[in-house]
């Protein structure tokens, strides 16, 4: 059996081989020349020859060789370890959220990617997805999801026994119907009208505002998942790692570039933790209304059974983890490339501060950042801005029913104060984060003018006049609703806003006369 050659063997071989070259004077140089072709030749044959025995080594060779880095897992390259870390550590799990809600296909990284089954999965999964989420939407509307009617679901809670009525009985206000005589399909008719009524002084069982309240939000969500099977699944644009690639090259910190980069894995890490949260915690907000209301009782579950309401329900609760993650996918990839593009300008910043690059480079950073902001700004943006709408107005109405609550149970009241906070919580997450974007391209305007007045390394007042030119005609603001969210507007929109609510307090306008502020 030939043993394998180690680097000593090849150690020797090339020190005969230097011998070889040295010249000698009992021979002719020609017979030098012959020698080196055939030491080359043999040498050939021998690495042809372990080649060979390497190819087959899965099947006849008991030795098998590892190429690894040194420090068993440590590169010596640091970016490029780093890097792969974060793709590990924060690009994965943001894979895994957009493969669960069918905006990427099973099976990509797979070698087998092509194989039958993963294309039969590719297909089946998303309808499934649409057909979830399209029972979701018809489940709020026939539980009126959420109490949401400011007149209705305000007022202290009467509980009453129902008892079977005559269908022939009249009623002044509206018609009694026995609820013991009637099918599950006319007990959800009745849900959806205002026929039906306990009494002649309560109102109708049904939702109000339907249109509103539930229609209208159900479908900006629904175009923003369309919208994103087409932008991530369809086209296939990942944009975040390009540009994660492109910020961890280019980090420059206050110690050293690991120490950046690694802080900047450890903000990726803490977001998608925390929207993680945020979906955990609106599926806890749906027990707590279910149990504030004891398990609403409207006709058409009374009719069909406690089981088949749990089994429904039960299916609810997968279809609004699938509704949040939807939502969560797209606020996670709009804060996310906002975080990237301020690491970005932040270092961008800070080399001008510290002139440590030239005028040159820095104008190319900014070209990029600038195409990043216009990548943010497209459908990416436009998908944050119909989900905010979403959260704005479930944010507002919770607000409202909050103030105009008279219902004494302390349940109800825990769960009123929690409902606008766990929306106003994710609505504020794309606004704050766009503010960030834009206040620091801000700020990039202020150093330009600084390194006008005092100079810029040997750069001449052209080069600076056009640099600020430059910056001034480069536009990287974060828009929503193709409106650049401007600090200034938010913190204005906040005083306003609690201003209005304290007016309208001080008057007792809003809130019981014997509020205590």
Known sequence: MMKPMGYANLQEELIEEDDLRKPRGDKPPNSYIVMCDNSLVQRDNELQHASDMSGDSNNSSPIRVDIADLDGEESLNLTTTTLRRCKKQVLRPYWRLLMFIGWRGFG????????????????????????????????????????????????????????????????TDGVSIDEYQVTPSYALLQNLTTMRKIGPSEPPEACQHIIT???????????????????????????????????????????????????????????????????????????????????????????????????????ELLGILVLNSVTLAVIANYVTHCEMVLFYLKGLALRLQEKSTELKAAMKDILFIKQNVSLLNGPVARMTALISVIFAELTIIGIVILILNKNDSVKVWIYRSFFPLVWLFILCAPLYQAARVNSVSNRMKKIALEMRVFGYKNSSQLELDSFILFISQARMKAKLFHVPILPQYLIAILVLGAFILLILFQTSVIGPVNYWF
């Not at 990617?113 to 989420?133: A, D, E, K, Q």
């Not at 944009?239 to 120490?259: C, D, G, H, N």
């Not at 949260?277 to 609403?296: C, D, H, R, S």
């Open 108 to 171: 990509r990284e797979s070698v087998n990617s092509g194989r039958m089954r993963w294309t039969i999965l590719n297909i089946v999964y998303p309808v499934f997805i649409v057909c979830l989420l399209l029972y979701t939407y018809i489940y709020e509307i026939v539980a009126c999801q959420w109490k949401l009617d400011l007149h209705k679901d305000t007022q202290v809670i009467t509980t009453t026994t129902p008892t079977p009525v005559s269908t022939e009985s009249n009623v």
């Open 213 to 315: 309240t539930y229609v209208i939000p159900n479908v900006l969500h629904f175009l923003a998942y369309i919208m994103g099977i087409v932008h991530f699944r369809i086209q296939e644009n990942e944009q975040l790692y390009a540009i994660m690639e492109k910020v961890f090259l280019q980090a420059t910190p206050s110690y050293s570039r690991s120490a950046s980069q690694q802080k900047m894995i450890k903000k990726l890490r803490i977001l998608m933790a925390v929207g993680a949260i945020w979906v955990a915690v609106t599926l806890v907000m749906q027990g707590l209304y279910e149990y504030a209301f004891n398990f609403p009782q409207l006709l058409f579950f009374r009719k069909v059974g406690t089981t088949v309401h749990w089994v429904l329900f039960s299916i």
